[in-house]
C-alpha cells in the first residue's frame, strides 16, 4: 500500500439550518441527510480518489450502519480489510452546518473508541512498504501513539491530522513529521489566538520548535502557511464559494499526503494540499466531498 490510514469510521448525521443555533436555542433546519464520515475514513476516501493505493486501518460497529461505512469505503476504491467489526454501534457524528458553510460538530465514538493494541498490531502487518501513514485524534490516544512509533519503527512518515484538538504528551509530537493543525486547533494546542499573520508565524514557530518537523497550518479563507525549520512558505486561498467546510481538513491532509508519496517536493505538495481544501467546501457532505485527481490538478 502506498497510504496506510489509522483512524476514525462514523456517520455523519448532517443538518443544514440558515445559522448555528446558541447555547439553550432551538433553530429549524431546512435539510438532513447521513453521509459516511470520520477523520480517518474521509482521508482515506480522499487520497484514494486522488489516485493512491490506500488501506484503512479501523472500527465499525454490528450495526447497519457499520455494513454501510464498509460498503463506502470500498466503492471509493479504499482497502478496508483492515477494518474490524465490533459488537456494539458504529461511531456517529451530529453536525449542524449553516448557510455560511460554518459547522459544528459533536462525535459519538462507537466502535472507534474500542480501538487498541489489537489495532495497532494489525497496522504494523500493513506498513511494509507502505510511503505514508496518516493519523488523527478521533481514536484513544495510546492507539495514535503506538500507531506512530510503529510507523517510526518501520520508516514510514507520520502526517499527524491533531483534531479533534486536546493536549498531546511531547512523545507524540516528536513522532510527527508533518503535523497538520487548523487555526484552531493550534491555538489550543499552544495557547493563544492566530488573530493575525505574526501570530500564524509565531505558531508555526512554536509547533516545530515541539515536533522538529514539518508544519503546515490550515487557515481556510486564509489559506495556508508552511514551515520545515527553515524557510516559510505562504499560499493564498483559492477563490471559491463555500457550501460545507466539514472535512475541508481531511482533503487538504489527503492532497498533502498523495502528492509525497509520489514525490512532489513538499512546497508543491502544499498546492495540492490548498486545492484539496478548497473544492472540498463547494459541495455538502464529508466523503462525498473529497475532489477527483483531476480536479485537484486543474486547481494547481
Same mark, same amino acid.
Given at each position: ?5 489509522? #483512524?476514525?469510521? +462514523? ?8 445559522r ?16 459516511? #464520515?470520520g477523520?480517518?475514513? +474521509?482521508?482515506?476516501?480522499a487520497?484514494?480518489?486522488? #489516485?493512491?493505493p ?7 460497529g454490528?450495526?447497519?450502519? #457499520? ?8 466503492a ?14 458504529? !461511531? ?12 459544528t ?60 484538538a486536546?493536549e ?47 508544519v ?36 487538504? +491532509?489527503? !492532497? ?28 455538502? !457532505? ?13 486547481g494547481?
Amino acid at each position: 500500500m502506498t497510504i496506510v490510514v489509522f #483512524g476514525s469510521i +462514523n456517520m455523519d448525521l448532517v443538518a443544514r439550518t440558515p445559522r448555528l443555533p446558541a447555547p439553550g436555542e432551538t433553530v429549524s433546519g431546512h435539510t438532513f441527510f447521513t453521509a459516511p #464520515g470520520g477523520k480517518g475514513a +474521509n482521508q482515506a476516501v480522499a487520497c484514494a480518489r486522488l #489516485g493512491a493505493p490506500t488501506r484503512m486501518v479501523g472500527r465499525v460497529g454490528d450495526d447497519v450502519l #457499520g455494513a454501510e461505512l464498509r460498503a463506502g469505503l470500498r466503492a471509493a476504491g479504499v482497502d478496508e480489510r483492515d477494518v474490524l467489526t465490533t459488537p456494539g454501534p458504529s !461511531g456517529v457524528a451530529l453536525i449542524a452546518v449553516d448557510d455560511a458553510g460554518r459547522n459544528t460538530i459533536i462525535v459519538t465514538p462507537g466502535a472507534n473508541g474500542a480501538i487498541g493494541r489489537s489495532d495497532v498490531t494489525r497496522l504494523e502487518a500493513t506498513l511494509s512498504g507502505t510511503r505514508a501513514l496518516l493519523l488523527q485524534l478521533e481514536i484513544p490516544l495510546d492507539a495514535v501513539i503506538a500507531a506512530a512509533s510503529a510507523a517510526r519503527r518501520a520508516g514510514v512518515p507520520v502526517i499527524l491530522d491533531p483534531a479533534p484538538a486536546r493536549e498531546l504528551p511531547d512523545e507524540l509530537y516528536c513522532l510527527a513529521d508533518i503535523i497538520t493543525p487548523n487555526e484552531s486547533e493550534a491555538a489550543t494546542l499552544l495557547g493563544f489566538e492566530l488573530s493575525d499573520e505574526a501570530a500564524r508565524v509565531a505558531a508555526a514557530r512554536a509547533m516545530h520548535a515541539r515536533t522538529g518537523g514539518a508544519v503546515a497550518l490550515k487557515l481556510g479563507e486564509h489559506g495556508a502557511l508552511l514551515f520545515d525549520g527553515d524557510q516559510f512558505l505562504r499560499l493564498p486561498a483559492l477563490p471559491v464559494r463555500a457550501v460545507d467546510t466539514v472535512a475541508a481538513g481531511d482533503a487538504f +491532509n489527503a !492532497g498533502l499526503a498523495v502528492a509525497l508519496v509520489e514525490g512532489q517536493p513538499l512546497a508543491t505538495a502544499m498546492r495540492w494540499a490548498v486545492a484539496a481544501g478548497a473544492i472540498a467546501v463547494t459541495r455538502p !457532505g464529508a466523503q462525498a466531498a473529497m475532489p477527483s485527481r483531476g480536479e485537484v490538478l486543474c486547481g494547481l
